[in-house]
């Protein structure tokens, strides 16, 4: 599944859901978009940058917008434009929605549930790369789970915690406790820029993240 700035994005076909990719911007952020095969709903991941391309993406036609954490790459260009153009609902973490300068309709908690058509995300909260940031957890009635991760995981390691070692601790606790301790290595990571990985792929390295710090 791959995705490139202003071309056709990569799709995945679940037996529910289907899973858009695209990269947008400078940063090549990855916005996701996820559709309901039974009621046609869609929910957008990260309306980062290029609002043209994000429309045509969605076809004019969205829900909701859910954006990860409250760092500027992943709104700043083209959230506004896009939820004005659809009316979309917005979605982001407590604690970072005063800093995304676009209006968040619900402020999201750990364990919260979104509900778009007939799928249901599930909200977990991720404190380390910023205060509030949050990872989807959608789980594949057909199949494996699907995780979509912003900036917190990547293949190769955990988002960037700045040279604090009390985020990246906070970061690193969340991510094993929640994530790895709670999900089968067929997890698929969705992260907010690159490729996909899956969390077997990444799980031996995860001692190494944290004697390394970063």
């Known amino acids: 599944m791959t995705g490139y700035s202003g071309l056709a994005p990569g799709v995945r076909e679940l037996s529910a859901l289907t899973i858009g990719k695209v990269s947008v911007g400078p ?11 039974s009621t046609g709903k869609q929910l957008m991941i990260d309306a980062a940058s290029e609002p043209d ?16 954490h409250q760092h500027w790459d992943h ?3 083209a959230l506004a434009v896009v939820v004005d153009a659809t009316g979309a609902t917005t979605y982001a973490g407590a604690p970072d929605a ?11 908690h750990d364990g919260d549930a979104i509900t778009c058509g007939a799928f249901e995300l599930r909200v ?23 995780l979509f991760t912003g ?17 990246f601790a906070c970061l690193f606790d969340d991510v094993e406790n929640k994530i790895f301790d709670r999900l089968p290595d067929d997890t698929w990571v ?6 996909d ?8 390295a995860l001692p190494e993240w944290r004697a390394r710090g970063w």
């Not at 005063?98 to 999201?108: E, H, K, S």
């Not at 900036?151 to 985020?167: H, I, K, R, W, Y």
């Open 27 to 37: 940063g090549d952020n990855n916005c996701y978009l996820l559709r309901c095969r």
């Open 53 to 68: 391309v994000l429309l045509d993406f969605c076809d004019r036609r969205l829900d909701a917008v859910v954006t990860t």
């Open 75 to 77: 709104w700043e260009h």
């Open 98 to 108: 005063p800093g995304i300068a676009v209006r968040t309709d619900v402020a999201l």
């Open 124 to 146: 977990i909260r991720l404190t380390g790369h910023t205060p509030g940031g949050v990872a989807l957890l959608y789980e594949d009635p057909g199949g494996h789970p699907h």
């Open 151 to 167: 900036d917190s995981l990547f293949p190769g390691g955990l988002g960037n915690t700045f040279g604090d070692s009390g985020a």
């Open 190 to 195: 969705y992260p907010g820029h690159g490729r």
């Open 197 to 204: 990985t899956t969390l077997g792929t990444e799980r031996p």
